[in-house]
């Protein structure tokens, strides 16, 4: 069974109320992928998504938490640190050390298949793949498969 790592936007957009057309369909691709194609992966997160999930107040926050509370987090290991200090030197991520930069990193550290996300300026993004790949090679890390819930849903069978 392959890994996904469920990154921050996944969640959120799975209870999503905004109602112009883009956080619609958004919505839609990931309830679908949840609820047809999740169990056929293995889902892990991080403690830095529910920290993210956590921050404010927001009308769905106990339903996105509540979502996320059965998935197993990854371990970050004291190596994490050093990952991410590459990342933001080489300009592969924001200057955030707690949000995409740890997401790549515990997901490429773990060797995981897929990181699940919406974000695509500075994940899901084919522009940036090519440096991530680079990055990552240089570093000896897994580089996983950066994808949105609509490219990883599977057609059910007929």
């Known amino acids: 069974m392959k ?21 619609v369909a958004r919505r839609h691709w990931t309830r679908q ?21 956590e921050e404010g107040e927001y009308e769905t926050q106990a339903e996105v938490l509540a979502l996320m509370s059965s998935v197993p987090r990854l371990e970050v290991a004291d190596d994490i640190a050093n990952i991410i200090d590459v990342y933001l030197a080489n300009h592969l991520m924001p200057k955030e050390r707690l949000g995409d930069a740890l997401h790549l990193a515990l997901a490429s550290y ?20 090519e440096h991530i790949r680079i990055i ?17 849903c599977e057609e059910d069978a007929p």
């Not at 992928?33 to 993210?52: C, D, F, P, Q």
């Not at 995981?112 to 793949?129: E, G, P, Q, R, V």
């Open 3 to 23: 890994n996904v790592y469920i990154e921050t936007s996944i969640p959120s957009f799975y209870y999503e109320v905004r109602q112009e057309p883009e956080m």
């Open 33 to 53: 992928w949840w609820e047809r194609s999740a169990s056929r992966y293995r889902l892990v997160t991080s403690e830095g998504v529910i920290a993210e999930l």
């Open 110 to 129: 773990h060797k995981c298949d897929f990181l699940l996300t919406w974000n695509c300026s500075h994940i899901a993004n084919a522009n940036k793949f």
């Open 136 to 152: 990552n090679t240089r570093l000896g890390l897994f580089v996983p498969t950066l994808v949105t819930p609509m490219e990883l």
